[in-house]
């Protein structure tokens, strides 16, 4: 795609999204604002959403990270300005996600997306797939290109959203052509080292929950579930209970039945303990160290699920007769548990120190926790706690 393209692209939208429409110019020094005075923002990766009006950007995040219910999404306002959002409902999952209105025109003057693009981890783009997606490809291919000509480092991930209403062979034909088409137009424009991921995603199933946890754990630190060797364990999840996304698993790949499993368990857990955990006058939390369930499947299959931190549950998928050294996967659990307090441990001794530690280059000597605290990845500090 041609810059003239992008400049008749961007003339052509110019129109149809005012100057007061929510991002001109009191909101955006609004924004620059929080961002130079916010103690958290340096600490936090940036997600932004974008893509066209009515595309699903406020329904995904509502549903993953408000538990919204899906048909209540039916109800949303179209936004009209830049909505950050701070999430803070975990120790790992702790970051900011912008919704931006679909009528964002990045030629407009009064849009600083120099400095919107500079501090982002990840940026995702919408594109509703029950729709005629021609002008949608196009917005996507103005967005990524100027956004990877401020930050290379970001990563673009394409929720190919609203799959729920297409059959299973039209949504491979779907992903097929769109992604066919977004990488023609990279090629075109000489960026092939822009990388872009494809999702198909849904807020009926489990597949947006899915698609944001790949998202989440290109910006955390990678980490691994090591024990299932010894345990007999055939699938483990380190959730964010909040969200139920997943933010590390075991090396063997991921099935989507599996996922479900694993998240209807986390909601069987908080609902039974919100009715039957809670004490008499109401105190306490549905979710607490002493958090545990055992589920036994009619096929043979158990589901055990143990808190790690206030904030994560691991989460394992196991046979019966695995389940008889349950033992030995407690004491591989312990294991695991210690470690992860001991990342938490030293993330908080970190964050205590400031920007001081924040300047220093990670260390090429000493222990994995340590180099695992410093390492910033697309311009945002890594931030575990």
Partial sequence: MSME???????????????DFGYGVENMDMMQENLENSPSADNKPRILLMGLRRSGKSSIQ???????????????????????????????????????????????P??????????????????????DYVEALGRLHLTVSRAFRVNPEINF?????????????????????????????LADASLEKLHLSFYLTSIYDHSIFEAFSKVVQKLIPQLQIPFLSNSGIEKAFLFDVVSKIYIATDSSPVDMQSYELCCDMIDVVIDVSCI?????????????????????????????????????????????ESFERKGLIDYNFHCFRKAIHEVFKVSSSTQRTGAAVQSSPP????NGL????????NGTPRSLV
């Fill in 5 to 19: 393209y992008e400049e008749q692209l961007a003339g052509s939208l110019v129109d149809s999204f005012p100057k």
């Fill in 110 to 131: 009064t849009f600083d997306y120099e400095m919107i693009f500079r501090g982002t981890g990840a940026l995702i783009f919408v594109i509703d797939a029950q729709d």
């Fill in 157 to 185: 991930e394409v929720f190919i959203h609203k799959v729920d209403g297409l059959s299973d062979d039209h949504k491979i034909e779907t992903q097929r052509d769109i992604h066919q088409r977004a990488n023609d137009d």
């Fill in 363 to 366: 260390s090429s000597s000493g």
């Fill in 276 to 320: 039957y955990g809670l004490k008499d006058d109401g105190n306490g939390n549905a979710y607490d160290k002493e958090s545990l369930a055992i589920i036994k499947l009619n096929n043979t299959t158990v589901l055990y699920l143990k808190e790690v931190t206030k904030f994560l549950a691991l989460v394992c998928i196991l046979r019966e």
């Fill in 62 to 108: 509502k549903v993953v990270f408000h538990k919204m219910s899906p048909n209540e999404t039916l109800f949303l306002e179209s936004t009209n300005k830049i909505y950050k959002d701070d999430i803070s409902g975990s120790s790992f999952v702790n970051f900011h996600i912008w919704d931006f209105p679909g009528q964002v025109d990045f030629f407009d």
């Fill in 370 to 377: 340590a180099r695992l605290k410093s390492t910033a990845l």
